[in-house]
C-alpha cells in the first residue's frame, strides 16, 4: 500500500509549520498534533541559507556526517585523568614569567573589561612585577606582558581566567588519546581574583595557595600514581544533583574525598593540612575548576577534524564570545558580542551592576553538562525560572543543536539520558537555538568580585561567522 | 529609616532558591532593601556591612533563616512580610504536569514521533519549499498552505513526492480533510464514500459540503494547490490523487474540481479518468462538457450539480432528495420591487470559486460581467476599487489581501467595499458568501450585521430596494452555530440562498429585465 493509502486509514498524525491556529484545529479534531517551534533558518540571510542547502548536497552532507561522528566518538571516548597539580611555569606549554593568559578569545589590554583588568592587576602583584595595583595597570600597558588566551595554551580559566607563572595548575591527561590539559585552583567564592577583586585580601589568599594549597595538592598527587578518573567522577556528581557548572556541592565531596587519604599522607604538618580541609569546605565551588579542564581535555582532542562542523570550544573574555570548530583548525575563533547574564543577585546588587558574560567556563556546555545538563540539578532551577520542568526543558532543548549523547555521563531524570553532545554549528544556524550556559555573574567594575548567578547565551553572530567559514571550507 | 527582621529557626533553604527571593522581595513596594538568607556568619558580616544589622540578626544561628527588611513605615514593613511570606508559599505551584516537549526541526519532530505521517507548512514563502522537502525526505505527507513558492520548487516537490508516494498537496493549498480531519480551512462533514480532488479550495468546501447535505459523506478531500493543472507543472497531484482514491477501498465515487486545466494537463486528466475504475464527476468551472463526457467522466457545469451526480453514483435514493429548486415566487417579486436602473449585481466574495460560480452563472445572460479574476482580459476590471456593471470581486486574491489575512478570517476590505455598493444606485443585487468551518472567522455573519442593518437603512430612506442575498457555505458540524448564522442573516432581510450555485443564479435572475 502507498503511503497515501496508509494516511487514509485513520486520522493524521500532525507535524505543523508555521500557523499555530491550525494545531489547534487539529487538537480539537482529536487528532495528534505537533506543533515546531520554528524560526526562519539562519535568521532569514540567504548566505547562511545557502550553506545550510549546500551542506544538504548528498555528497557534501556525507563528508560532514562522517567527520562530525569521529568528533563526537573522541569527545565521548576521551578519558580524562587527574594526574597531578604544579605551577604553570613548570607545566604549561609556552608559559613565561611575564605572560598572562586570559578566558576567551584574545583581547587587548585596552578593551578588557573591569573584572579583567582587576584580575590582570592583581595578578601582576601577586607575581612581584609591581608594587602595587596602579603600577600593575602601567605594566600591562607598557607592552612588555605577554597577553593571550587559555585556550591557545591547551588551559582553561574560569571567569576572567587569570593565569600567571607561578599558580598552581590541575593537570588533567586523556588517557585515551594522550593530550593534556590545565586550569589553576579555585579561589572558592565571592570576592576573588578571578571575578576581578584585587585587594590585600585576594593576593593574600593567592600566597596562602601557592605556599600551601598547591603543593599540598601537589605533593598528594604524587603519592597516586593511577590518578583520578575524572569522567566517572563526572558522572557520579550528575548523578548526586551537580551540573557541575554552578552546583558543584556533590562533586567537591567527590573529589576531596577522592584526595584525603592522599593529603593525610603528605608531610605537611596537621594545622596545614586542616587548613586545606577547611579552604575546600569553605565554598562547594572547589571542584569546578576540575571539570572545566576535564571538559577542555577532552573537547581538544575532538579539535582539527577536516569538515566537522562541531563546536570545541566556546569562551567569553566579557567583551567577545568566541567558538572555534573543530573543522577550523588551530586558533581559529568566531566572535560576537558578550551577552548579559540573567538571574537572581545577591542582596544589594542590581542587573545594571552586572559585568557581560566572562570565562572559559562555557566549555562544560560545550562538552555537555552546566546548562545542558540542568534537569540534573533540581536544586538550584531557581537560576533557570524555577521549576524543575524549566531545567528539563533545557536539557531536552540542547538534544535539537547536537549530535549524539554521551553514554558515559547520563541524566537519571530523564531517563538516564546521555549529556547533549556535539554542538553542530549547523544546527544552531538552522534552529536559532543557542547553546544554554549556566554561569556566574561578576560586578561589571574592577576589584568587587561576584554578584550573582544565572543563566546567558552565545551571540548568534559567532556561529554565523562560523557557518560562511565552514562553508569555503567544505566542498 | 528603620530595619526590621524576621527569624526562621531551624528553616533551612539552598542559598540560590534564597537569592533568587532576596531579588523578588526587593521589588515588593515600599521595600527600600530587603536580604532573605540563611544565618551564616558571611551573611551576617554582608548585613551589617549594608546596614541591615538587628540585634536578632546578630543572635541568628547559621541553620535560621533571616528575613531583614528595611522600610519607611510600620504598615509597610506588614506589607513587606505578607508579600515575602507570599513568595515562600508560591513557590511552584500552579505547574503543569508533563513537559510539553518543543521541536525546532521537523526531522527531530519525526525523529522523537515516528508516527508522525503529515506535515502542515504554513511559513513564509521564501522558507516553505525547504521545509516542505525536509518533512517529504522524512516520508511526511504534505499540505503546503504557503504561498509565493516558485513554480520550479513546485514541480521539484511534487516530484519528489510522486517518487516516493506522498501527497505534495500545495502551494498555496487551503483545504484538505484527511481521515475525516478538517486541515486548515475546511468543514466538518460526514464519513462517507466519495472523494475529492481539488484544486481550488473553496471549490472543494463548497461540494464537500453539497455532498454532506445531500446526505452522503466523504472519504478523503485531497487539495492540489491552484496551479497544479497548469502547462508546467502538469497535474501531478491530481493524477496522484486520482490514483490514490481509485486505491481506496472506501472511496466509491472521485469528484474533481478546478478551472479547466491547461490542455495538455486535460488530456491527461482525461485519460486518467478513462481507465479509472470508479465513476469520476467532473467540475472544471466553465469546462466543456463533450469532452469530459467523451472520456467516461460525468460532467457537472456547477457545484450543487457536481454533489448530486456523485451522491447518485455512490447509490443515493434520488426521489429522497431535497434538491433545492430555485424559489420562482420570490424571483417574481424581488425583481418588482427593483427599479428599471436597478440593473447590476455586485457579487462580493471571500470564496475564490464561488465567486467563479456567480460570475459564470451571470455571464450565460449578460456580456457585461466583470472581475477581478476573470480569465479573459476584456472582462477583468479595470480599476479594483471601482465597479463596472455586473462586477465579481474576489477578496480573497492577493491584490486585496496585501499585508493582510483572507477575507475568510478579516472582513474589513470587503466590509468597506459591501458600503460603498450599497449606496450604488445602479446596484440591483449585492450577493456576499460566509465561509463557515476550521480556519473561518467564528462569526462572519455577526461582522457584517451592522453593515447591512445600515445599508438596508440607507436604501429605504433614498426609496429603493436594496436587495442582499446571502449564502452560508458551511453544514451543521461546523465548530460556528450554522443554523444561527442563517437566523441572523434572515433576521437583517437578507434573502439566504442555499448553495453557491443557487446564490449565482438567484442573483442573476433577480436582475433580469423585461425578458
Known amino acids: ?475 | 529609616m528603620l530595619v526590621q527582621a524576621l527569624i526562621k529557626p531551624n528553616t533551612y533553604f539552598d542559598s540560590v532558591s534564597l537569592m533568587s527571593l532576596s531579588t523578588k522581595a526587593n521589588q515588593i513596594d515600599g521595600v527600600e532593601q530587603a536580604i532573605i538568607a540563611m544565618g551564616t556568619e558571611m551573611n551576617k558580616e554582608v548585613m551589617k556591612n549594608v546596614g541591615l544589622m538587628t540585634p536578632e540578626v546578630e543572635e541568628a544561628g547559621a541553620s535560621d533563616l533571616i528575613i531583614v527588611v528595611k522600610a519607611e513605615t510600620e504598615e509597610l514593613f506588614e506589607n513587606a512580610f505578607l508579600s515575602i511570606n507570599e513568595l515562600f508559599t508560591k513557590r511552584d505551584s500552579g505547574k503543569k504536569g508533563k513537559s510539553d516537549i518543543k521541536y525546532s526541526t521537523i526531522s527531530s519532530a519525526v525523529e522523537n514521533n515516528p508516527d508522525a505521517n503529515l506535515a502542515i507548512i504554513a511559513v513564509n514563502g521564501a522558507y516553505a519549499a525547504r521545509e516542505a522537502r525536509k518533512a517529504l525526505e522524512n516520508n511526511l505527507n504534505v499540505m503546503m498552505f504557503s504561498d509565493n513558492v516558485s513554480v520550479e520548487d513546485e514541480i521539484a516537490l511534487k516530484n519528489l513526492a510522486h517518487e516516493k508516494g506522498l501527497l505534495m498537496m500545495g502551494p498555496d493549498c487551503g483545504t484538505a480533510i484527511i481521515g475525516n480531519t478538517a486541515l486548515c480551512f475546511a468543514n466538518a462533514v460526514r464519513k462517507g464514500d466519495i472523494g475529492i480532488v481539488g484544486a481550488s479550495g473553496t471549490g472543494s468546501q463548497e461540494v464537500s459540503v453539497r455532498i454532506h447535505e445531500f446526505g452522503g459523506g466523504i472519504t478523503q478531500l485531497i487539495g492540489t494547490g491552484g496551479r497544479d493543472l497548469k502547462e508546467e507543472v502538469g497535474g501531478i497531484m491530481m493524477l496522484d490523487g486520482i490514483q490514490a482514491l481509485e486505491d481506496d477501498e472506501e472511496t466509491k465515487v472521485i469528484v474533481l474540481v478546478s478551472k479547466p486545466p491547461a490542455p495538455s494537463v486535460e488530456e491527461k486528466v482525461l485519460a486518467k479518468i478513462k481507465t479509472c475504475k470508479k465513476p469520476v464527476v467532473v467540475w472544471f468551472i466553465g469546462g466543456d462538457e463533450e469532452k469530459i463526457t467523451a472520456a467516461g467522466g460525468h460532467f457537472a457545469k456547477m457545484s450543487k450539480e457536481a454533489a448530486l451526480k456523485a451522491v447518485l453514483l455512490a447509490g443515493a435514493d434520488e426521489s429522497k432528495l431535497n434538491k433545492r429548486a430555485l424559489n420562482i415566487p420570490l424571483i417574481e417579486d424581488v425583481r418588482t420591487k427593483l427599479k428599471p436602473e436597478q440593473r447590476y449585481i455586485r457579487g462580493l466574495f471571500s470564496g475564490g470559486t464561488l465567486c467563479d460560480e456567480a460570475m459564470h452563472a451571470a455571464m450565460e445572460k449578460f456580456d457585461n460581467a466583470y472581475s477581478n479574476i476573470a480569465r479573459n482580459p476584456e472582462y477583468r476590471l479595470k480599476d479594483r476599487y471601482t465597479s463596472q456593471e455586473h462586477t465579481f470581486i474576489d477578496f480573497g486574491d492577493d491584490e486585496y489581501t496585501q499585508g493582510k489575512p483572507h477575507p475568510m478570517i478579516d472582513p474589513s476590505t470587503r466590509l468597506d467595499r459591501f458600503m460603498q455598493e450599497a449606496k450604488d444606485p445602479s446596484v440591483g443585487v449585492i450577493v456576499m458568501d460566509f465561509v463557515l468551518g476550521y480556519g473561518a472567522h467564528e462569526d462572519p455573519v455577526g461582522a457584517f450585521l451592522p453593515a447591512i442593518m445600515e445599508a438596508k437603512l440607507l436604501a429605504e430612506q433614498e426609496g429603493r430596494h436594496l436587495e442582499i442575498i446571502g449564502y452560508v457555505l458551511g453544514t451543521e458540524l461546523d465548530p460556528q452555530d450554522y443554523e444561527e448564522q442563517i437566523n441572523k442573516l434572515l433576521a437583517a432581510g437578507v434573502t439566504h440562498a442555499s448553495s453557491s450555485q443557487n446564490a449565482g443564479l438567484l442573483a442573476r435572475e433577480f436582475v433580469v429585465k423585461g425578458e
Open chain 1, 1 to 475: 500500500m502507498s503511503k497515501i493509502n496508509e494516511l487514509f486509514k485513520g486520522k493524521p498524525n500532525v507535524i505543523n509549520v508555521g500557523i499555530e491556529s491550525f494545531k489547534e484545529d487539529l487538537a480539537k479534531q482529536g487528532a495528534e498534533v505537533i506543533h515546531l517551534e520554528w524560526t526562519p533558518p539562519g535568521r532569514g540571510n540567504h548566505a547562511l541559507i545557502a550553506a545550510l542547502d549546500k551542506f544538504e548536497n548528498p555528497a557534501i552532507m556525507q563528508k560532514i556526517e562522517e567527520a562530525n561522528k569521529l568528533a563526537v566518538e573522541r569527545i565521548i571516548n576521551s578519558h580524562p585523568i587527574l594526574i597531578g597539580y604544579d605551577q604553570a611555569i613548570n607545566c604549561v606549554p609556552g608559559m613565561t614569567k611575564k605572560t598572562i593568559l586570559h578566558a576567551g578569545p584574545p583581547i587587548t589590554w585596552e578593551k578588557m573589561n573591569g573584572p579583567m583588568k582587576g584580575a590582570v592587576t592583581g595578578a601582576l602583584v601577586f607575581e612581584g612585577l609591581a608594587k602595587d595595583l596602579e603600577e600593575a595597570a602601567e605594566l600591562a600597558a607598557s607592552g612588555e606582558i605577554t597577553f593571550a588566551p587559555c585556550h591557545e595554551h591547551n588551559c582553561v580559566g574560569s571567569m576572567a581566567g587569570v593565569t600567571s607563572a607561578s599558580m598552581f595548575m590541575h593537570i588533567v591527561e586523556n588517557k585515551t588519546y594522550g593530550n593534556i590539559a590545565y586550569t589553576n585552583l579555585s579561589e572558592q567564592l565571592a570576592k576573588i581574583l578571578r571575578m576581578g577583586a584585587n585587594d590585600q585580601s585576594v593576593i593574600d589568599r593567592l600566597i596562602w595557595m601557592r605556599d600551601v594549597f598547591g603543593p599540598i595538592l601537589r605533593d598528594a598527587m604524587k603519592l597516586n600514581p593511577e590518578g583520578i578518573d575524572l569522567r566517572l567522577m563526572l558522572a557520579q556528581a550528575l548523578h548526586m544533583g551537580d551540573e557541575c557548572h554552578n552546583r558543584n556541592v556533590a562533586g567537591t565531596t567527590l573529589l576531596i574525598q577522592a584526595l584525603t587519604p592522599y593529603i593525610l599522607q603528605t608531610d605537611y604538618t596537621i594545622e596545614q593540612k586542616k587548613e586545606v580541609f577547611d579552604f575546600v569546605a569553605s565554598s562547594d565551588y572547589f571542584s569546578g575548576p576540575t571539570w572545566m579542564a576535564m571538559a577542555k581535555c577532552a573537547l581538544d582532542a575532538a579539535h582539527g577534524i577536516e569538515n566537522s562542523t562541531i563546536v570545541t570550544t566556546m569562551a567569553r573574555n566579557g567583551v567577545e564570545f568566541g567558538i572555534r570548530v573543530s573543522g577550523m583548525p588551530g586558533n581559529t575563533w568566531f566572535t560576537g558580542p558578550a551577552q548579559k547574564v540573567v538571574g537572581p543577585m545577591f542582596a544589594g546588587y542590581k542587573p545594571e551592576d552586572s559585568g557581560l558574560d566572562i570565562g572559559d567556563s562555557a566549555i562544560t556546555e560545550t562538552y555537555g553538562f552546566g546548562g545542558f545538563a540542568m534537569a540534573t540539578a533540581p536544586a538550584i532551577v531557581a537560576l533557570v525560572g524555577g521549576t524543575v520542568e524549566d531545567a528539563i526543558g533545557f536539557s531536552t532543548k540542547m538534544k535539537e543543536i547536537t549530535t549524539t549523547q554521551n553514554p558515559n555521563v547520563t541524566i537519571p531524570l530523564l531517563d538516564f539520558m546521555g549529556l547533549p553532545t556535539g554542538i553542530d554549528v549547523r544546527k544552531v544556524v538552522q534552529t536559532g537555538i543557542m547553546p544554554v550556559i549556566n554561569t556566574a555573574i561578576a560586578h561589571k567594575e574592577a576589584g568587587i568580585g561576584m554578584i550573582g548567578a544565572g543563566i546567558t547565551y552565545p551571540p548568534v553572530e559567532a556561529f554565523e561567522k562560523a557557518m560562511l567559514a565552514l562553508n569555503e571550507n567544505i566542498h
